[in-house]
């Protein structure tokens, strides 16, 4: 997930919890954040919690501490933990879609970037942005200035959501920065691939903040933390690529104009594909 950085309200130091999530602040920013004045778009299947109510989130944070009490084995408890967020927590996938302002607008800066780059390539996508001068740098730092001056500037939200976009962007580029060695490797770096990564963390970081950390006990070895973020990884990562699969064309046929359609319909359907596993679980 990013930092090691243990949340300061987190009795069992965890380094499954970015830094900039604060156990003291999360219940605060959820009911500040969200109102039914931002979610007035659902339609009539969706189901709004009461912002009031810090108990919304009772329910997923009792089967998420069930999960992680076990070391991240108890993968039934996962599936229900998620499922019940979206579902129940959040109201219902939309709803939950609609909590992800910062991290959409970033993964539509990403989209928008490297559609760019796999299309006119490096050089003329820098030409589009009028910063032809970072083009003599090394390739790792000409990311990092795009993501930073592209990607990362004036995003809106609150100070959680807007940290949990900027972590998972860096840690999208340094999963790209591994795996490339020139230019041309930039140029042909799937798109889907970076979404998937940057979309995976988001809504894990998001998670995490909302029932991962308030009465959670995490497990005090290393190799039990890293054992319960794969196991979340693999299942949010699933579902990303479900509804990436379902919503992005492979061949990089993207207008601007579609892009943030595009960007919200995979955050939506990929909650959706959450609540859906987890009913499934339930049901067997």
């Known amino acids: 997930m990013g930092t090691s950085t243990p949340n300061k309200g987190q009795k069992n130091k965890s380094p499954l919890v970015p830094s900039f999530l604060d156990d003291d602040n999360s219940d605060k920013e959820n009911n500040q954040k969200q109102s039914p004045d931002e979610i007035n778009d659902n339609n009539n299947q969706e189901v709004n919690p009461n912002y009031t109510d810090t108990n919304r989130f009772k329910d997923s944070r009792t089967n998420f501490s069930r999960f992680a009490s076990s070391g991240g084995r108890d993968t039934n408890s996962l599936k229900k933990a998620l499922s019940q967020y979206v579902s129940s927590a959040t109201g219902g996938s939309k709803n939950a879609a609609t909590r992800m302002k910062s991290s959409k607008i970033v993964a539509g800066r990403l989209l928008s970037l ?6 006119k390539g490096l050089t003329d996508t820098l030409k589009t942005y009028n910063l032809d001068q ?3 740098q090394p390739i790792n730092q000409i990311l ?3 993501i930073n001056i592209i990607c990362l500037k004036d995003i809106t939200g609150g100070d959680i959501d807007q940290g ?4 998972s962007a860096f840690e999208t580029l340094d999963e790209i920065c591994s795996k490339i060695d020139n230019i041309e490797d930039l140029e042909r770096y799937p798109i889907h691939t970076i979404l998937e990564i940057f979309i995976t963390n988001t809504i894990k970081d998001r998670v995490i903040n909302d029932i991962g950390l308030k009465e959670i006990k995490y497990p005090e070895k290393t190799k039990d933390i890293d054992f319960i973020e ?7 990562e699933d579902a990303v690529e479900k509804s990436l699969s379902k919503h992005l064309d ?5 207008t601007d104009k579609a892009i943030n359609s595009i960007i919200n319909s995979i955050y939506e359907s990929s909650f959706e594909v959450i609540r859906i596993l987890g009913e499934e679980n339930e049901s067997l």
Request: negative net charge; without cysteine.
């Open 164 to 167: 949990i976009a900027r972590d």
């Open 230 to 236: 794969s196991q979340l990884d693999y299942f949010i």
């Open 144 to 146: 990092t200035d795009l």
């Open 134 to 136: 970072l083009a003599s």
């Open 250 to 254: 492979k061949d990089n046929h993207i």
């Open 114 to 119: 490297f559609n760019n780059i796999n299309n």
